[in-house]
């Protein structure tokens, strides 16, 4: 019997098992654990009910072989407390005066079968083996449940943190928007800033220019630099600005004066440049200002801003 027990390595005893005897006789806890060894299950006995919940609190047992009739207590009323206590264990009665009451009572109680002695041991190692695999089965189930529950609860705390971040970037998005709403104003603002101090500071010096003797014969032009382009710079902002972000000063001032509504030839006058110079300026303009089809007034494009 020792040779065999020898034979069976360490992992495969692990692997096949854990049993506890309960038994107030020493002599037959002996026997079925030294039985169990044979078998490849390791196993451990005890001789009262104090020491069975011990050593259950100790080992990792899948199965506890337990007498009917202990010395203090009856095995049938620890069923209960070793099913809530530790619910995948799978609990054999044992006991030498079987009577049909006895074994329904057991089975009802909980326990996993019921066996009278003295016990056959080929159907003793029939039983505790399906006891063990169910036990392992089970053992399994509530890890496979657990691993599944912490998943359960990652995704959860993902989710969260999803929708927290999402939330901040929706608050971000309207802090972004906010802010670009006040950089507008703000350069609206300033635009109105400067061109008021434009006009404020360049008009007095165009005044004061017109008085010059000198300068008579351009007081026409002059007078327009007042009362057209710094009066359509004060009045139109928005569409100003855009214009002198994409055109030359030459391209602007063309723009500003086909906006007042003067034709190619007055705009050639004005300036002192040819007919053919300010179509191509008006060419220009047109391509900067992305007017590609020929349906749309340039004149009308300017005022509609």
């Known amino acids: 019997?020792?040779?065999?027990?020898?034979?069976?390595?360490?992992?495969?005893?692990?692997?096949?098992g854990k049993v506890l005897i309960v038994d107030d006789d020493h002599a037959i806890c002996e026997v079925l654990r030294e039985m169990m060894l044979v078998w490849g299950v390791q196993a451990s006995s005890a001789l009262d009910a104090e020491a069975l919940f011990a050593a259950c609190e100790e080992g990792d047992y899948g199965v506890i072989l337990l007498d009917v009739y202990l010395d203090d207590v009856s095995g049938l009323d620890l069923i209960p407390?070793?099913?809530?206590?530790?619910?995948?264990?799978?609990?054999?009665?044992?006991?030498?005066?079987?009577?049909?009451?006895?074994?329904?009572?057991?089975?009802?109680?909980?326990?996993?079968?019921?066996?009278?002695?003295?016990?056959?041991?080929?159907?003793?190692?029939?039983?505790?083996?399906?006891?063990?695999?169910?036990?392992?089965?089970?053992?399994?189930?509530?890890?496979?449940?657990?691993?599944?529950?912490?998943?359960?609860?990652?995704?959860?705390?993902?989710?969260?943190?999803?929708?927290h971040l999402n939330l901040r970037l929706l608050e971000?998005?309207?802090?972004?928007?906010?802010?670009?709403?006040?950089?507008?104003?703000?350069?609206?603002?300033?635009?109105k800033r400067i061109l008021f101090k434009l006009k404020s500071v360049v008009s007095p010096a165009i005044q004061k220019l017109q008085t010059?003797?000198?300068?008579?014969?351009?007081?026409?032009?002059?007078?327009?630099?007042?009362?057209?382009?710094?009066?359509?710079?004060?009045?139109?902002?928005?569409?100003?600005g855009k214009l002198s972000s994409v055109l030359s000063p030459t391209?602007?001032?063309?723009?500003?004066?086909i906006k007042n509504g003067l034709t190619t030839e007055d705009i050639a006058t004005q300036l002192s440049v040819s007919p053919s110079t300010v179509r191509t300026h008006r060419k220009n303009i047109r391509r900067k200002l992305k007017i590609n089809s020929t349906q749309y007034n340039l004149k009308n494009y300017l005022l509609s801003g």
């Open 212 to 240: 010059n003797k000198n300068l008579l014969d351009r007081g026409s032009e002059l007078e327009f630099l007042i009362t057209q382009m710094i009066e359509e710079l004060t009045s139109d902002l928005t569409m100003d």
């Open 172 to 191: 971000t998005n309207k802090a972004l928007t906010v802010f670009a709403q006040n950089i507008d104003r703000e350069r609206e603002e300033l635009q």
């Open 81 to 163: 407390t070793l099913k809530e206590q530790f619910p995948t264990i799978k609990v054999i009665i044992m006991t030498g005066y079987a009577d049909k009451e006895t074994a329904v009572t057991a089975l009802r109680l909980g326990a996993f079968d019921f066996l009278e002695k003295p016990i056959d041991m080929d159907f003793l190692s029939h039983v505790v083996q399906r006891a063990l695999d169910l036990h392992r089965a089970e053992e399994k189930e509530l890890e496979l449940l657990q691993d599944l529950k912490e998943s359960q609860e990652e995704l959860l705390d993902h989710k969260n943190r999803l929708e």
């Open 1 to 16: 019997m020792v040779s065999e027990i020898e034979s069976l390595s360490a992992v495969e005893r692990r692997d096949a």
């Open 251 to 257: 391209e602007f001032r063309i723009a500003t004066l």
